[in-house]
């Protein structure tokens, strides 16, 4: 069956919902397109991406544990997988229409399900619903900036698109970053994310368009090809195009590329969920300090994005940019990985690192999708959507996979997310009584609180505590046992004179202070502080001497020990259950992180062989002079279309 043009173009009204274009646009129109599809990419994946921003109050919210909150995650990644191949299959809906309204659907659920949720299962049901618009639209998206741009200007439309899930993630940071103080509730985020969103799907519901089958079905190269492309559409088959495309798309070109950079952007995800989750548990940065951090990496991956695919353009060649992008990223990985042992690594050290793995990331990603829509149209230009569909699939399953295997390699963060926070707070209020429990020892302790009168533990404790032998705490005590009144007597006394008396008793003006200040210290007259003074005479000196040294750090530790009734019952309980969980987890997951960046560093090497299966020069020079001899024929292909006689009218 051949295509018939429309006569007429959509109107306002028409357009909403008839949306094709019969014409090539010209480029204002073109760019005014491509622009709307890149903004509402950008507010898909703010919706998207603010669950990450609020996660910790989510979490305190609903009371998730870590495996669940991540769950969540997978649970969204596993039905956009779903609806990715989906919209392959919805294409005929049209392009323009399932953006549109995708991003109309995914706003009033952000703006009033979402925050209307009072349970955890209520909030993964609508999470999952969010996640399936937008895996939709994640094929719909890229195939409209296909549509759009022809191939020599394509990886600077797709470096834009890109921009989507990069300013998505920067604008959430940005601004949880800077509201999140002033409103902890997560709701208020979520409210303002849908009335943002809500004002960008007006936009598109009136104003975004889409080809018509028979000009999108063909691959056009340069805005020159213009003429021709509307002149073939005319008379081209669409039906016949449009047969067996899920077939020609299951290729090893098409199918392992779409594995290749779903698994090179596996680190990406982490990032994108967990940054904040690992920059708190091993460096101790707070929620606001680590969005901030990643905002480095946002900018400088925006700004790669777009600069790499104009270069690309210019020069005619992805792959290079594929193979650089690449490389700069698995060096600033391998790197970063090294610091995740190291506590003390400061703000800017990341800041530094988390830049250079954006800036190749960008560079490889936005080359690679210019590349990856020219190979599925080297196949079939009609199977854009279907080819972009697997891609889609593809990298919602790897998504799903990756957070599964995070849960599994990093099985020490539930422990810190779950529990930690709360056991800095117990800390931070009574850091001196649990530094004595430390010091101590649970054990001990437990056993003192089950008898107070039992020595052995008495004696440990105390041992730990000042650093003096069992012998001189026992000798210690014993003394303050016997000669309570004496030793009371010879604390009284200022240490300068007490020490002026130790080495000479006759001293008279010694020994008129010391009377002074016992007979001050207790009230009594002079005759009775000089029988006090007197009955010290009996002390043994060996034993006194011992006291001496030991005794204030004896009562030091006395007093420590009964500092720690001071944490309240429920606190000294959960420390009990959580902290030595905590502590072996805060021990064993810098070793769990590193391991995990190191599959995300192998995943990015994986990426590299598959770019020599994707379409596409490596020489900048052969690729000018194709572009060359395709322009000699589109010039040489009109020439014969315009020489043709005009058919006679019938009749």
């Known amino acids: 069956m051949s295509s018939t043009q429309t006569a007429e173009p959509p109107t306002l009204l028409t357009g909403l919902w008839q949306r094709k274009l019969p014409h090539y646009p010209d480029t204002p129109a073109r760019s005014w397109y491509l622009a709307l599809v890149v903004i509402t990419s950008v507010a898909l994946y703010y919706q998207l991406f603010v669950t990450g921003a609020v996660g910790n109050e989510l979490i305190a919210y609903f009371h998730l544990s870590f495996r669940y909150f991540v769950g969540i995650f997978i649970a969204g990644a596993a039905f956009g997988a779903a609806a990715s191949v989906l919209a392959g299959l919805l294409d005929r809906w049209g392009r323009a229409n399932i953006v549109a309204y995708g991003v109309v659907i995914c706003s009033l659920l952000t703006l009033f399900a979402v925050p209307a949720t009072t349970s955890k299962e209520a909030y993964l049901v609508v999470y999952c619903v969010v996640s399936i618009v937008e895996g939709a639209v994640l094929v719909a998206t890229p195939a409209l900036i296909r549509d759009f741009s022809p191939q020599l200007g394509r990886a600077s439309a797709m470096g834009f698109w890109t921009l989507g899930p990069v300013l998505g993630a920067l604008i959430t940071t940005e601004i949880s970053t800077h509201t999140l103080g002033a409103h902890p509730d997560w709701q208020y985020h979520y409210r303002l994310c849908g009335v943002i969103s809500m004002v960008i799907a007006v936009f598109a519901v009136i104003g975004l368009r889409e080809l018509s089958p028979a000009l999108r079905d063909q691959i056009m190269v340069s805005m020159r090809d213009r003429a021709l492309i509307e002149a073939r559409a005319r008379g081209l088959d669409v039906s016949t195009l449009e047969h067996g495309q899920w077939r020609q798309m299951l290729r090893v070109n098409i199918v392992g590329s779409a594995l290749a950079i779903s698994l090179f952007l596996a680190y990406f995800y982490t990032i994108v969920s967990f940054l904040p989750v690992y920059m708190a548990t091993i460096f101790g940065f707070s929620s606001a300090k680590a969005n901030a951090l990643g905002n480095w990496y946002w900018i400088a991956n ?126 931070h209020k009574y850091g001196p009584q649990l530094a004595t429990i430390q010091t101590v020892g649970t054990d001990t302790l437990a056993a003192l609180q089950q008898n107070p009168n039992d020595q052995a533990a008495q004696v440990a404790a105390l041992t730990k505590l000042t650093g003096a032998s069992p012998a001189e705490i026992q000798t210690t005590v014993g003394l303050n046992t016997r000669y309570p009144q004496e030793l009371a007597t010879l604390q009284a006394i200022d240490p300068a004179t007490l020490a002026t008396l130790s080495t000479n008793p006759a001293d008279a003006a010694a020994g008129l202070a010391a009377v002074g200040q016992v007979a001050k210290k207790f009230g009594i007259p002079v005759d009775q502080a000089i029988a006090r003074l007197q009955a010290t005479q009996q002390l043994p000196a060996a034993d006194l001497a011992v006291a001496a040294k030991v005794g204030p750090k004896l009562t030091q530790a006395t007093a420590q020990l009964q500092s720690v009734g001071t944490i309240p019952a429920d606190d000294q309980a959960y420390l009990a259950a959580h902290a030595t969980e905590v502590q072996q987890a805060a021990k064993d997951s810098p070793g769990q992180w590193k391991r995990w960046w190191w599959i995300c560093l192998i995943a990015q090497v994986v990426f590299l062989p598959f770019v020599f299966l994707m379409s596409g020069h490596w020489s900048p020079k052969k690729a000018a002079a194709e572009a060359k001899a395709h322009d000699e024929r589109v010039e040489r292909e009109l020439a014969a279309i315009k020489e043709e006689p005009e058919p006679e009218p019938a009749g």
């Open 302 to 427: 925006a700004i790669a994005l777009v600069l790499a695919g104009i270069v690309s353009d210019y020069v005619k060649v992805r792959k290079p940019f594929m193979i650089v992008g690449a490389l700069i990223s698995i060096v600033g990985l391998f790197v970063f990985l090294g610091y995740t042992e190291k506590p003390d690594t400061g703000y800017y050290t990341f800041a530094l690192w988390l830049s250079v793995i954006a800036v190749g990331a960008g560079i490889a990603y936005a080359t690679w999708m210019a590349s990856f829509t020219e190979t599925v149209e080297n196949r079939n230009p009609a199977a854009t959507a279907v080819g972009l569909a697997v891609w889609g699939g593809t990298l919602r399953g790897v998504v799903t996979i990756v957070l599964f295997g995070l849960l599994i390699v990093i099985n020490t963060a539930g422990t810190l997310v779950n529990y930690g926070p709360r056991l800095a707070e117990i800390q």
